[in-house]
Nanobody
Framework: QVQLVESGGGLVQAGGSLRLSCEAFERSGRTFGSYNMAWFRQAPGKEREFVAAILWNESRTSYTDSAKGRFTISRDNTKRTLYLQMNSLKSEDSAVYYC????????????????WGRGTQVTVSS
């Protein structure tokens, strides 16, 4: 078991940047460093969608097309923290951003991820 807590959201002007963090608190079993991690987001009236993922040992990353070139996912296994650096933000990036932990690489469906944080709000003004 692992508890995930997101932070770093807020209000930012279009074209600006934000850095989200997700701190993991180990409860039982596996350590943070053994999980693949991901970011998802959900805007009002829309389904939760995949944004980016990073392998447990940082050797691979993946991004949804809309995030490529603008967002960077990273992790610090010593600090047990996942990050999402978001640059060149657009109004359509506004959403609640969630971090997730799981065991399989290449999964973008929400049901394939085992643990979720409560989310952090990102609002981009035009």
């Amino acid at each position: 078991q692992v508890q995930l807590v997101e932070s770093g959201g807020g209000l930012v002007q279009a074209g600006g940047s934000l850095r989200l963090s997700c701190e993991a608190f180990e409860r039982s079993g596996r350590t943070f460093g053994s999980y693949n991690m991901a970011w998802f987001r959900q805007a009002p009236g829309k389904e939760r969608e995949f944004v980016a993922a990073i392998l447990w040992n940082e050797s691979r990353t993946s991004y949804t097309d809309s995030a490529k070139g603008r967002f960077t996912i990273s992790r610090d296994n010593t600090k047990r923290t996942l990050y999402l650096q978001m640059n060149s933000l657009k109004s359509e990036d506004s959403a609640v951003y969630y971090c997730a932990a799981g065991s399989f690489w290449g999964e973008t469906a929400v049901e394939r991820w085992d643990y979720w944080g409560r989310g952090t709000q990102v609002t981009v003004s035009s």
